[in-house]
């Protein structure tokens, strides 16, 4: 029904507003006594064997949500009746912002991806720490922690430290995003003494609280073998907890979109299908080269359940859905699931 008759009907709008009015839409159905049970009999598979245990978390299956979809932690707990095992809120950065300037996220319907330079809009720390309040822990939640786009190389750490703080008590886990390619200024995040300093001060706050979080780094498809070397490296020193592989690519080859529609898209970052190869790639490389020494949530370009497997026989531990939720509908969750259960 939803490839069929649902897609078809929203892909008519643009897709900002079709975001806006799918989360009003889910939230208004959801307030119907039977609906939630209705989603969570017909979308949720329940097994123990589908049960995954990392950095001391137990995840009720390996497929969760992307960050990047419910930035506000607006809808978490409705989204969990579709059957995610964990759903990760952001990138929260300390103060609201607005982004950058529409139109600003764009379908490539042709190659089944999207474009995206949405610039970390999101209504800030207070906003999401509210939200988070109402929490029903029905599933794991992840923090996407960032930095405002105003903030100077010199304050980077602290916003990052201030969302970690301020968060630390209402998320399971946190992910530090250094590799969005829709900010600017990124350079400094890229940089390999940086990041250990940064990782560590991180850390140290962490390690302040009465409980521990998990803290993961997600890192760009785009690096070359020498740049996730780096990485592995980077894991060792800092013993940070894992790396999600990967973000959105900067990348436009091997592209069905016209070149003509892809100059006049302009820059962000792409997702969907044309980095399904890539992002295995990635994730088969540092799981390979770090002789498996750290865990890996493997994302991008997961449209099937071929596309899962492949990821998760690359060397993830666990994968999580962006687009591909976008264009197959949430019925991919259960089904992913499904297939998983075949290959124990």
């Known amino acids: ?24 839409l889910i939230a208004f159905v959801s307030k119907i006594p039977f609906i939630q049970n209705l989603f969570r009999s017909f979308y949720q598979l329940n097994d123990v064997r589908l049960e995954r245990k990392l950095f001391g978390l137990t995840f009720k ?12 932690a607006v809808l978490y707990n409705e989204l969990a009746n ?8 952001g990138t929260v950065t300390p103060k609201a912002q607005d982004g950058n300037p529409k139109k600003r996220l764009f379908r490539l319907i042709e190659d089944t991806g999207i474009i995206n330079r949405m610039g970390f809009n999101n209504k800030g720390l207070k906003s999401v720490i509210e939200q988070l309040k109402k929490n029903k822990h029905q599933v794991i939640i992840g923090g996407n922690i960032g930095k405002n786009t105003q903030t100077i190389p010199e304050n980077y750490t602290a916003d990052y430290l201030e969302c970690f703080e301020e968060l ?3 998320v399971d ?9 829709n900010v600017g200024s990124h ?6 003494d940086y990041l250990i300093s940064f990782i560590t001060a991180c850390q140290k706050l962490n390690n302040e609280q009465k409980i521990q979080k998990p803290i993961l780094l997600k890192i760009a498809p785009d690096l070359n073998n020498h740049q996730l070397d780096e990485i592995i490296e980077l894991v060792a020193v800092t013993k940070i907890d894992g790396v999600i592989a990967s973000n959105t690519s900067t990348t436009r080859e091997n592209l069905k979109t016209s070149k003509v529609e892809i100059k006049k898209i302009g820059f962000g970052g792409l997702s969907g299908k044309p980095i399904t190869a890539q992002s295995t790639k990635v994730i088969k490389y540092l799981s390979e080269n770090s002789k498996k020494s750290f865990p890996i949530i493997g994302v991008g370009g997961i449209h099937s ?10 060397g993830a531990d666990l994968v999580q859905l962006y687009t591909g939720f976008i264009y197959e509908g949430p019925s991919l969750i259960k089904r992913i699931n499904k297939e998983i259960l075949k290959h124990i």
Request: a neutral charge; glycine letters at 6%.
């Open 305 to 314: 359940e071929k596309d899962a497997l492949e990821k998760i026989n690359a």
């Open 187 to 192: 350079a400094k995040l890229n940089d390999k």
């Open 1 to 24: 029904m939803y490839k069929n008759i649902i897609r078809p009907f929203l892909f008519l709008f643009d897709p900002e507003k079709v975001h806006y009015f799918t989360f009003s």
């Open 82 to 89: 579709f059957g995610f095992g964990f759903i990760e809120i």
């Open 61 to 72: 299956n390996p497929v969760g949500l992307a960050a990047g979809f419910d930035k506000n």
């Open 173 to 181: 886990y946190f992910v530090l995003n250094v590799s969005c390619p």
């Open 168 to 170: 630390h008590p209402f």
